[in-house]
């Protein structure tokens, strides 16, 4: 089994930021990439930001230029660095993990529980 463990969300005011952590443990071969997504209430879950094995990077364009996607030195942690929030970025944030798993060696889909955010004076 794995597991996603999240931390990091809150409420901040417009204009702040915050930083997730996601952590991924279990029987993980390797990673093919990590990322996060948000669902506002009422809409779908999308993509906020993704990091793939190669270190390449990928954002959604309501995001560029503000948030940043980056990997811890430890091994399968993922963090989203949030700058110059607005109120239309209050959303549940999923990090998501997509690797192969031991034994069985078969690609993966994994969520974590979510962590609130919200942005609000």
């Known amino acids: 089994q794995v597991q996603l463990v999240e931390s990091g969300g809150g409420l901040v005011q417009p204009g702040g930021s915050l930083r997730l952590s996601c952590a991924a443990s279990?029987?993980?071969?390797?990673?093919?990439?990590m990322g996060w997504y948000r669902q506002a209430p009422g809409k779908e879950r999308e993509l906020v930001a993704v990091?793939?094995?190669?270190?390449?990077?990928e954002y959604a364009d309501s995001v560029l230029g503000r948030f940043t996607i980056s990997r811890g030195n430890a091994k399968n942690t993922v963090y989203l660095q949030m700058n110059s929030l607005k109120p239309e970025d209050t959303a549940v944030y999923y990090c998501?993990?997509?690797?192969?798993?031991?034994?069985?060696?078969?690609?993966?889909?994994?969520w974590g529980q979510g962590t609130q955010v919200t942005v609000s004076s």
């Open positions: 998501n993990l997509n690797s192969r798993r031991l034994p069985d060696m078969r690609q993966y889909n994994d």
């Open positions: 279990g029987n993980i071969f390797t990673v093919n990439a």
């Open positions: 990091i793939i094995s190669d270190g390449s990077t």
